[in-house]
T-cell receptor, first 110, second 115 residues
């Protein structure tokens, strides 16, 4: 069946450094790739997304890149801050169905 | 706009008891999803509604789980009887439409503990 692999499962960075989270999907029909941030006790919140006709998208300190040929997409956070500490999930939307990655716990060390 | 509302926030029950969760999606959102999130894992789809019709319930354990969205707005998810392995956070999400890159908006979930 379709799946989304996400790496790493945990990531610790110093405040001000960059963080990169990578995902690989299997469903060739996937055409929409959102990223969610989940803080403790809350539901996932959409932080950025990218569609299959775009290779890169940026929103302030956050950027997402997509390589459809390799079925890879990545989240890049620059100048990390303590409030970026959370669990991040990637997802791929195929035929009316979202498949989520297993999550990355990001810790930003002050 | 108001977000996705879920209640209760927490529930503790004994195994073999029943429990129900409620969700009110964002106004105007046609598609509603129930996800199960076990600690340390990503959300897993249980059931997806388009208006009041079921689109996908392939991963819903139908011998114990049921869900309805009778008027195409709010929804309830029920577990009867509960098992220990049902301990998880149950997330409700909604989207404006099905597919075509319509993002999901999640509620804060109901944390269920089965003892």
């Amino acid at each position: 069946g379709e799946n989304v692999e996400q790496h790493p499962s945990t990531l610790s960075v110093q405040e001000g450094d960059s963080a990169v989270i990578k995902c690989t999907y299997s469903d060739s029909a996937s055409n929409y790739f959102p990223w969610y941030k989940q803080e403790l006790g809350k539901g996932p919140q959409l932080i950025i997304d990218i569609r299959s006709n775009v290779g890169e998208k940026k929103d302030q300190r956050i950027a997402v890149t997509l390589n459809k040929t390799a079925k890879h997409f990545s989240l890049h956070i620059t100048e990390t801050q303590p409030e970026d500490s959370a669990v991040y999930f990637c997802a791929a939307e195929g035929t009316y169905k979202y498949i989520f990655g297993t999550g990355t716990r990001l810790k930003v060390l002050a | 706009e108001a977000g996705v509302a879920q209640s209760p926030r927490y529930k503790i029950i004994e195994k073999r008891q029943s429990v129900a969760f409620w969700c009110n999606p964002i106004s105007g959102h046609a598609t509603l999803y129930w996800y199960q999130q076990i600690l340390g894992q990503g959300p897993k789809l249980l059931i997806q509604f388009q208006n009041n019709g079921v689109v996908d319930d392939s991963q819903l354990p139908k011998d114990r789980f049921s869900a309805e969205r009778l008027k195409g707005v709010d929804s309830t998810l029920k577990i009867q009887p509960a098992k220990l392995e049902d301990s998880a956070v149950y997330l409700c999400a909604s989207s404006y439409r099905q597919g075509l890159g319509s993002p999901l908006h999640f509620g804060n979930g109901t944390r269920l503990t089965v003892t």
